[in-house]
């Protein structure tokens, strides 16, 4: 199959992003951080902020100490907590609504990604006074938005410092982009006391979600020295830390330690884009309202396997990063290392390897929904046909078709 067309959009999508380079927001980190960031928007004279998270996170009072410290800063704070995984159009209308009740006069993100892309979408919507739907693709807004603030308290989407806000059709079973340099925070505060009383099972999927976006921008045709960098200490720390994490999650070190590299993983993302993981996984996830996450993780080493005889060196140097060696520490043996690495990462944090909600009937609408997105958008090291989309959905379906190898590769 052919795929020159594609290959020169990816490099003319590429073009832009170089000439129209993503502000990065300012940075608050380590622990306390959050109410640095709070005095920050009372500094540049908020006196009402619109307040985006979820019910759990409130439920857990993870959002607390940010209401406290607007409260003693003299800011009014209007929750809006009607946030689920995986924004939907209505939820975003609803937030545009309380916005204009509320006349904030900034909007303040607490919580992981779902939270963060609601409120780009939110700031987004409000400023052109249409549905996100109509904002679906590139630099799209155009209008002046509220000033944002964002307060990650998972380490993994990196959404704060992204220009890309994901939102759910679930009518269509679809999930579109809004992209946009409008939608990066003015700041962010990566304080890991607001991320200890997260379940295991959470931290799993959203640090298995930082390593795919820092693998898969590392393995962008796309990649500077720079994204490359970024992806490469990312990918380290994240192998190194995220099984500490899911152990204790009281480990402030490593839970700081991960917030900062997902936030470098969607510095370099942002950059260099993703690939076929994230392509799947949105079919996936708007199909089933699984977690992205979740979903990111499971597909991402079937996804690998097919890179292998493409990406031999990167996939071998992402190995030498995390301190891998094959037993005759060659290129290949050392990329299928890596793998492996993957594989063992994902069951040392309960990852599953397969998903059984994925029904055979549908892998041929999946397949489709994944390449039209991919092709034309990502820059991957190697295309995939149909026939070869159709084998990874299978497989993590939990099933092998037929020209598809029957066990996973190892070292």
Do not use: W
Request: net charge neutral.
């Amino acid at each position: 199959m052919n795929h020159s067309i594609a290959r020169l959009r990816v490099r003319a999508l590429g073009m832009a992003t170089r000439l129209l380079p993503a502000p990065t927001p300012f940075m608050f980190t380590g622990p306390g951080s959050s109410t640095e960031l709070v005095q920050m928007i009372a500094d540049r004279g908020a006196r009402s902020v619109l307040v985006v998270t979820d019910a759990v996170l409130l439920g857990l009072k993870i959002v607390d100490p940010v209401l406290v410290a607007l409260e003693e800063a003299g800011i009014k704070a209007h929750v809006f907590s009607d946030v689920e995984p995986d924004p939907t159009i209505d939820v975003v209308m609803d937030g545009v609504a309380r916005l204009r009740e509320s006349r904030a006069d900034a909007v303040l993100a607490v919580g992981g990604g779902s939270p963060i892309d609601a409120a780009k979408a939110i700031i987004a919507c409000g400023a052109k006074g249409c549905s996100p739907d109509a904002l679906d693709g590139y630099f799209k807004v155009r209008n002046a938005v509220a000033p944002f603030f964002a307060i990650p308290t998972t380490a993994g989407t990196g959404s704060e410092v992204t220009v890309v806000s994901v939102i759910s059709d679930p009518a269509a079973k679809r999930k579109f982009a809004i992209v946009d340099n409008k939608l990066v925070p003015v700041a962010i505060a990566l304080d890991p006391n607001l991320m200890v009383g997260l379940p295991p099972g959470v931290t799993a999927a959203t640090g298995m979600d930082a390593l795919t976006h820092a693998i898969e921008s590392y393995l962008s045709t796309l990649g500077t020295p720079a994204t490359r960098a970024m992806s490469l200490a990312a990918t380290r720390v994240i192998v190194r830390d995220l099984p500490r994490v899911y152990e204790d999650g009281r480990d402030i070190a490593a839970r700081q330690s991960l917030a900062v590299a997902s936030c470098l993983a969607g510095l370099a993302f942002t950059k260099a884009s993703v690939g076929y993981v994230h392509a799947i996984s949105h079919q996936i996830g708007a199909f089933y309202h699984l977690p992205h996450g979740l979903v990111n993780a499971v597909v991402l080493p079937y996804v690998l396997d097919f890179y292998l005889d493409a990406a031999t060196r990167p996939l071998a140097e992402l190995g030498r990063a995390c301190g891998l060696v094959g037993t005759d520490d060659n290129e290949r043996t050392r990329a299928r290392a890596f793998i492996a690495e993957i594989r063992r990462l994902n069951t040392l944090v309960g990852i599953p390897t397969t998903l059984d909600r994925v029904a055979v009937t549908d892998i041929p609408e999946l397949v489709r929904r994944a390449l039209a997105e991919a092709h034309g958008t990502y820059p991957v090291p190697k295309y995939m046909s149909n026939a070869d989309c159709d084998g990874v959905v299978s497989l993590v379906a939990g099933r092998h078709p037929v020209g598809i190898r029957e066990k996973p590769l190892h070292p």
